[in-house]
């Protein structure tokens, strides 16, 4: 028998039999020896490697599963202790103290304003909006405010002034005064005239 003969015969049904397939094992058994050197190839170790990669990826998703969260909780106790209640308590007053401080600098200062605006002639509606952090920011702001503001007033009664101004008529002798307006002796001499 040829060695295609061979071929023929072990790919048929026949040849497909559990006895042949069972003497065939035989002949050429597993060791480990074989299965360290199919390892080496690049077949060997394709597969190799991919079968480890699965068995790790099984025992890091256990172990994860298993112990992290309880680590991640232990280091995040220790980087960050719980509070006492006290604790807890105390920092809530001193937030509400601080607030308390801030409002009433912030009422002061506003009072301050009011009273600056009221000195310089400012419209007391706006001095909200010019109060600052502090005393001295504040009496800059209403201090550049009034300068802006009073140059406004300015600007604008002069150009007022410009457009609405009125100028007198020429005398011209068809306009004769009023008689009230003339002195006593003209009046008189008006009144004989006519």
């Known amino acids: 028998m040829t060695l295609e003969e061979l071929k023929a015969f072990l790919e048929s049904p026949e040849g497909k039999s559990e006895s042949i397939t069972t003497y065939l094992r035989g002949l050429y058994p597993a060791t480990l020896q074989s299965v360290q050197q199919f390892t080496e190839t690049a077949e060997g170790k394709s597969w190799l490697d991919a079968a480890k990669d699965k068995h790790l990826q099984k025992g890091l998703e256990t ?54 605006a009221g000195e310089k002639g400012l419209p007391l509606e706006l001095v909200s909006f010019f109060v600052g952090a502090d005393e001295d920011a504040t ?6 405010f009034s300068d802006c503001f009073g140059a406004a007033v300015q600007k604008s009664l002069e150009q007022r002034l410009k457009t609405d101004s009125y100028t007198p008529p020429a005398e011209n002798p068809h306009n004769k005064p009023a ?15 006519g």
Do not use: V
């Open 179 to 193: 008689l009230e307006d003339l002195p006593m002796a003209e009046y008189i001499k008006a009144r004989q005239e």
């Open 63 to 116: 172990w994860k599963a298993n112990n992290l969260e309880a680590l991640l909780d232990a280091e995040i106790k220790k980087r960050f202790p719980a509070k006492d209640p006290k604790d807890l308590e105390l920092e809530k007053l001193k937030t509400e103290i601080d607030t308390m401080k801030t409002e009433k600098q912030r009422e002061s200062l506003h009072s301050k304003a009011l009273q600056l």
């Open 139 to 144: 009496t800059e702001n209403l201090t550049k």
